[in-house]
């Protein structure tokens, strides 16, 4: 029997292209698409689904909540995370909230394939590099409390700070993250605070910086 996928991406193109590349597997189908997570609900509800390619923008969502969501429901559905955004920042947080992948879109279409099928038989897929990161963090045990990266910030924080950087407004991100305009302002104070920013000009500053950098891929900056 084939697995059944559902694909999450607010990219038509993109959701296309990849119904197309696993449809011509011998061992995959995929039995939906969806671009944000009402429309990822429905599917859930009206398909039977095996496993899920979910990206971690979709449109006014957080991939993250759905990966949650789907993990609180108690079904069994392996989730691969299918992004553009640095692995590095994002991996460790996707398998956190139940993933059980994380591969970057960049990667060739090979990539996803293995990737499914190693998620299928019940392993972890990361890439080589993003290994030696997890290790690397696992060896050193808890956070250097000194250090001024986005690591020190919850998934939340760093939606916030993503947003900031993407050029939105106070109002915008509240409106967007369904929450009140006082809690996005706390949000900016936690992350101005352990960021070591001393104002919101410098706090915009870094998060533009941030996201201009996270957009050509994974690297090692210090910020």
């Known amino acids: ?37 009402e429309e990822a609900r429905r599917a859930l509800a009206e398909q039977e689904v095996d496993m899920a390619i979910i990206d971690i923008t ?7 909540e759905l990966i949650r ?19 590095t920042v994002w991996a460790e ?4 909230a139940g993933a059980r992948g994380y591969i970057m879109k ?20 990361v890439s080589p590099g993003m290994v030696s990161v997890l290790l690397d963090r696992m060896h050193q045990g808890s ?19 993503r947003l900031i950087g993407s050029g939105l407004s106070t109002r915008e991100i509240a409106l967007q993250m369904n929450l009140g305009i006082k809690t996005i302002g706390t949000y900016r104070d936690r992350i101005k ?9 410098e706090l915009t500053r870094r998060a533009v910086l941030w ?6 891929g994974p690297n090692d900056s210090t910020l």
């Open 1 to 37: 029997m084939k697995t059944k996928v559902l694909i999450v991406d607010d990219h038509p193109i993109f959701r296309m292209g990849m119904r197309e590349l696993l449809n011509q597997e011998d061992d995959f189908v995929v039995c939906g698409l969806a671009a944000d997570m």
């Open 58 to 64: 979709l449109a006014d969502d957080n991939g993250l």
């Open 69 to 87: 969501e789907i993990r609180s429901s108690g079904r069994d559905i392996a989730i691969l995370v299918l992004s553009m955004h640095d692995e």
């Open 93 to 96: 947080r996707a398998l956190r």
């Open 106 to 125: 960049k990667e060739a279409s090979e990539s996803v394939i293995c990737a499914l099928r190693n998620i299928r038989k019940g392993q972890i897929h």
């Open 143 to 161: 956070r250097d409390q000194g250090t001024s990266t986005v690591d020190l910030l919850t998934d939340r924080e760093l939606e916030v700070f």
């Open 193 to 201: 605070q352990k960021l070591g920013l001393k104002n919101g000009t």
């Open 211 to 216: 996201a201009e950098q996270e957009s050509l």
